[in-house]
């Protein structure tokens, strides 16, 4: 019980720094819109890395491959989306506010769709792989759809592509796209909670626990590791088209797919937090990203040695992240029952 009232009240809490804090420091807005990002990337990067003990080190692909999917419908619905893109501006854009709202409806609806019919597709063939092998196959893939995406023209190749201007006063824009990361990192947080605790739950941390063991049980294990996959990439497919309607403009290896910047930070993240923990990730990413923000702007130049400084203390003194060692420090406080008794006697005997 005491539990359910501390998760209550720290979503209580995080909707009312959600509300509350952008009207406090609207010049901050637009980082802030990024912190929901990076609590969304740790929650569905956790799904499969701390849940399931699947370190992918390429989810940023779903990231990207929403991104490009709700630019290529949005576009699409008004012009032809190869001349729209085309070096030499063949056309002159010109989006009503009706186009640009339907086209950003249905487009962020496609990227979730699109980023998950991918992870479906190459789940089975990726997810057979373990250990390290599964890591250094999943950042191969997401360096090689960056690579593809680079030289399709249709998409405009390196070249990027201009996302539709936001029909709206200055400013107005990015309040609009922090609402809706706040609200997705939320209810992605919600529902993948809400999933832990059912037999899918269950299933994913038998297969982190001893993958034969489950197999040999009766779990359909590699069908249980595409149906994470999948879920992960829904939410980071509506994260990319979202995104990259705020950034306005996207480009293949630094806005849709940076493996070498969110694709790592969304590991490391969730490995500060407590990775296969419910919260850790939530607080990997608020505190990593405020981090992040204060040395970039105090300490330029700087900014990569004191993110990796982090990581090494993090690895070094704090593998099980600061909310697992939390947990091992005050376990009633998380609902975690120890039988003193059984305590006892483990500590007498290892006296003896």
């Known amino acids: 019980m005491k539990a359910r ?6 979503y209580a809490g995080l909707i009312a720094a959600g509300i509350f804090v952008p009207l406090l420091f609207p010049a901050f807005t637009s980082q802030m819109a990024v912190m929901w990002l990076m609590v969304l990337m740790a929650v569905t990067w956790d799904m499969t890395g701390g849940q399931m003990g699947y370190n992918s080190l390429g989810n940023i692909a779903f990231f990207g491959i929403g991104m490009y999917a709700s630019a290529v419908v949005q576009i699409g619905l008004v012009y032809d ?3 729209y893109t085309a070096a030499f501006g063949a056309i002159k854009v010109d989006f009503t506010v009706s186009q640009y709202w ?3 409806l249905l487009g962020i609806g496609f990227g979730g769709v699109a980023a998950t019919v991918f992870a479906m597709l190459v789940g089975p063939f990726m997810l057979g792989l373990r250990g390290p092998y599964f890591a250094i196959g999943t950042l191969g893939l997401a360096v ?6 680079s030289g399709w ?13 936001f029909p709206g006063e200055a400013g107005t824009g990015s309040v609009v796209f922090y609402v809706m990361l706040f609200v997705l990192a939320i209810v992605s947080h919600m529902v993948i909670r809400a999933i832990y605790k059912t037999r899918f739950g269950l299933a994913v941390n038998a297969i982190r626990d001893d993958e034969d063991k489950a197999e040999a049980m009766g779990i359909h294990t590699n069908r249980y590791k595409v149906i994470a996959w999948m879920i992960a990439a829904f939410f980071m497919g509506i994260a990319g088209a979202i995104f990259g309607n705020m950034s306005g403009f996207i480009e293949p290896l630094e806005v849709a797919f940076p493996t070498a910047t969110f694709g790592i930070f969304m590991v490391a993240m969730a490995l500060v937090g407590g990775k296969g923990t419910v919260w850790g990730p939530v607080l990997g990413a608020i505190l990593f990203h405020i981090v992040k923000e204060v040395t970039w702007t105090h300490l330029l130049g700087w900014q990569w040695v004191a993110l990796g400084a982090i990581i090494i203390i993090n690895i070094v003194y704090f593998q099980q992240g600061i909310l697992g060692w939390a947990q091992d420090r005050w376990p009633s406080l998380f609902g975690v029952t120890v039988d003193e008794k059984t305590t006892r006697s483990g500590q007498t005997e290892a006296a003896e």
């Open 5 to 10: 009232n501390l998760d209550m009240t720290v």
């Open 81 to 83: 989306v190869m001349e």
């Open 102 to 104: 339907t086209g950003l």
């Open 144 to 149: 090689a759809v960056a690579e593809m995406v």
């Open 153 to 165: 023209r249709y998409v405009g190749g390196g070249s990027g592509i201009s996302m539709p201007v």
